[in-house]
Nanobody, 125 residues
Framework: VQLQASGGGLVQAGGSLRLSCAAS????????MAWFRQAPGKEREFVAA????????FSAESVKGRFTISGDNAKNTIYLQMNSLKAEDTAVYYC???????????????????WGQGTQVTVSS
C-alpha cells in the first residue's frame, strides 16, 4: 500500500489543523492505520491509531481530548483532526499502515511496514 500524507502547515497555538493520509493499493480497511510524529532531535512517537475494519481507536495521552483519528473507507483516507494545538505539537507527522500488527504493538513505529512521506506541522506560540 502507498500512503500520501498532506494537510500540514503553520498555525498559532490554540488553532486547528486536519491531516489527511490517502492510501492506494490493497483494501484500506484491512490495515491498522496510525499517525506518528517526530520533532527535531527526538524519536518518532505514537500519536493515534485506528483499528481494522473501523475498529477501536487509540490515542497517546499527550493528545487525548485534542486530536481525533477517523477514516473514510470510500476514499481510502484517514484523518487526524488536531484541535487546541500547542507549540510542543510541532513535528513532522507521518501516517503508517500495517496489515498484521497486533493491538499491543500499535504504539511502536518499527512494527509498521508502510509509511507516508510526512507532513510538517508547526505551531507558533
Amino acid at each position: 500500500v502507498q500512503l500520501q500524507a498532506s494537510g500540514g502547515g503553520l498555525v498559532q497555538a490554540g488553532g486547528s489543523l486536519r491531516l489527511s493520509c490517502a492510501a492506494s493499493g490493497r483494501t484500506f480497511s484491512r490495515y491498522v492505520m496510525a499517525w506518528f510524529r517526530q520533532a527535531p532531535g527526538k524519536e518518532r512517537e505514537f500519536v493515534a491509531a485506528s483499528g481494522r475494519y473501523g475498529g477501536s481507536t487509540f490515542s497517546a495521552e499527550s493528545v487525548k481530548g485534542r486530536f481525533t483519528i477517523s477514516g473514510d473507507n470510500a476514499k481510502n483516507t484517514i484523518y487526524l483532526q488536531m484541535n487546541s494545538l500547542k507549540a510542543e505539537d510541532t513535528a513532522v507527522y507521518y501516517c503508517a499502515a500495517d496489515e498484521r500488527i497486533i493491538q499491543s504493538s500499535i504504539r511502536f513505529p518499527l512494527q509498521y511496514h508502510y509509511w507516508g512521506q510526512g507532513t510538517q506541522v508547526t505551531v507558533s506560540s
